[in-house]
């Protein structure tokens, strides 16, 4: 058994750790652009709102169709409907480098939802309040909101992370590098079985890992 482990190891050891780290630098990368698009887009959703104090239904309604529109598509079909988009921006639509743009496109709309979805949970009395002693628009945001919503905001970024996770597993289609690549390239085009398994282990491992540092930092904070 232990010889089995150690030939696996020789044999996948190098090609897994390379492809973990992919995923780490496909995940990190897309994630903090998309939070740069998407809690803006969030923040804007929730200020146009038709019952808020810079209520613009034109802005409103013309984010939430287009956030709609994006959501509503698969990841799978973006990927490949934005094969010509990528190559054009970053010069390649393979690789790394190639997946970046079309998990941004998939995530930043999900991310301005989620962010929409934890500020408008904010109990409008203490918002009511501030409003009512004059402090302006942008203060109550950052101050107020931000911080009330912050549990709800770290959940939600969470989800994100992991459905990001899952994405990067189907970019492995394209040729974007990852786990996802190796278990499609040696676990399911060439028979490897075992390359599969480890890869289900290692993104399962990975997940759990995330989701709970996500509901310990939601659960402190709450009590700050």
């Known amino acids: 058994m232990n010889l089995n482990v150690i030939a696996f190891y ?22 903090l652009i ?9 923040v804007l959703l929730v200020l146009s ?10 802005v409103y309604q013309s984010l939430n169709v287009v956030i709609n529109v994006l959501r509503s598509i698969p990841f799978i079909i973006l990927l490949f ?8 921006i970053v010069g390649t639509s393979i690789g790394v480098k190639g997946v970046i743009v079309p998990l941004v496109f998939y995530t930043a709309p999900y991310i301005a939802r989620l962010m929409e979805s934890a500020l408008l949970e ?11 002693m004059g402090i302006k628009t942008k203060d109550i945001i950052w101050h107020v909101m931000v911080r009330e919503a912050k549990p709800s905001i770290i959940l939600g970024l969470t989800i994100a992370i992991i459905g990001l996770i899952g994405a990067t597993a189907m970019a ?14 040696f676990g399911h085009l060439r028979y490897e079985p075992e390359v ?29």
């Open 122 to 132: 904010v109990n409008k009395g203490v918002l009511e309040a501030y409003e009512a």
């Open 34 to 42: 998309s939070v740069l698009i998407g809690l803006p887009l969030g």
């Open 81 to 88: 409907f934005l094969l010509p988009f990528t190559k054009f």
């Open 172 to 185: 492995g289609l394209v040729g974007a590098g990852g786990l996802g690549d190796v278990a499609y390239r």
């Open 10 to 31: 020789d044999r996948w050891g190098g090609v897994l750790g390379e492809a973990t780290i992919e995923t780490f630098q496909m995940v990190f990368i897309s994630l």
């Open 49 to 58: 709102r038709p019952d808020k104090s810079m209520s613009n239904p034109y």
């Open 196 to 224: 599969m398994y480890v890869t289900i282990v290692l993104l399962i491992i990975l997940i759990q890992g995330i989701q709970s540092i996500g509901n310990r930092l939601a659960a402190k904070a709450k009590k700050d």
